[in-house]
């Protein structure tokens, strides 16, 4: 069966500072790998997608950049941390057609 | 432009009483509907989708939902709530994108609160 997972769970760190969080899926190949962040109270904003190796898409522009080396490996960046990226972040992966997404349990990230 | 609404950002329900979490949706294409569950500090777990078929859907934990077009909604329902179905609740669509990837918009979330 799939299995998708993220690290860390919980991540503080402070303004200005780098960010890498991590994705990998197992179970499948080729699959389609989102990005989402969710701030307090609201609902999901999906930041990237990728269809395949080095193919990224961004949503909105941001400060976040995103990153597929490998097939199931999907990474979330930064080079400097702002306040206004504090939010629970969500990888996801799903097959292409009418298929669902599949989540993570998700990255809490509070910036200082 | 494809979106979706979720009336009432927080439902109160007692425990055993009917669960209705409403959702309604736009779109010039034929969606295909989920129903999402997220519990504290946690991802998002399917409950159920609608692609094709049968526009009554069952799904986890007991929930439901029917998919009605000519009202463009996707209302999920539980006939007896329970405590541990207290959680935040998203539904989502989505439509078939060239290259091969499909895009989930989703609502912005209802929390469901269950008191005995």
């Known amino acids: 069966s799939q ?11 402070p303004v200005g500072s780098p960010l890498s969080l991590e994705c990998t899926v197992e179970g499948t190949s080729n699959p389609n790998l989102y990005w989402y962040r969710q701030a ?16 990224i898409s961004s949503e909105v522009p941001q400060n976040l950049s995103a990153s597929r080396p490998q097939d199931r490996q999907f990474i979330l960046s930064s080079k400097k ?7 629970f972040y969500l990888c996801a992966w799903g097959d292409r057609g009418d298929q669902p997404q599949h989540f993570g349990d998700g990255t809490r990230l509070s910036i200082l | 432009a494809q979106s979706v609404t979720q009336l009432g950002s927080h439902v109160s329900v ?3 009483a009917l669960v209705l979490l409403r959702c309604n949706y736009s779109s010039s294409v034929p969606p295909y509907l989920f129903w999402y569950v997220q519990y504290p500090n ?18 986890i934990n007991g929930f439901e939902a029917e ?5 463009t909604s996707f209302h999920l329902t539980k006939p007896s709530a329970h405590m541990s179905d207290a959680a935040e609740y998203f539904c989502a669509v989505t439509f078939m994108f060239s290259g091969g990837y499909n895009k989930l918009i989703f609502g912005a979330g209802t929390r469901l609160a269950v008191h005995p």
């Open chain 2, 14 to 16: 007692s425990e055993g």
């Open chain 1, 81 to 87: 941390l702002l306040l206004s990226d504090s939010g």
């Open chain 2, 42 to 59: 946690q991802g998002l777990q399917l409950l159920l989708k609608y692609t094709t078929g049968a526009t009554l859907v069952k799904g």
């Open chain 1, 3 to 13: 299995t998708i997972h993220q690290w860390p769970a919980t991540l503080v760190q």
């Open chain 2, 67 to 71: 998919f009605k077009k000519s009202e």
């Open chain 1, 40 to 55: 307090a109270g609201r609902g999901l904003q999906l930041l990237f997608y990728s269809v395949g190796i080095g193919q």
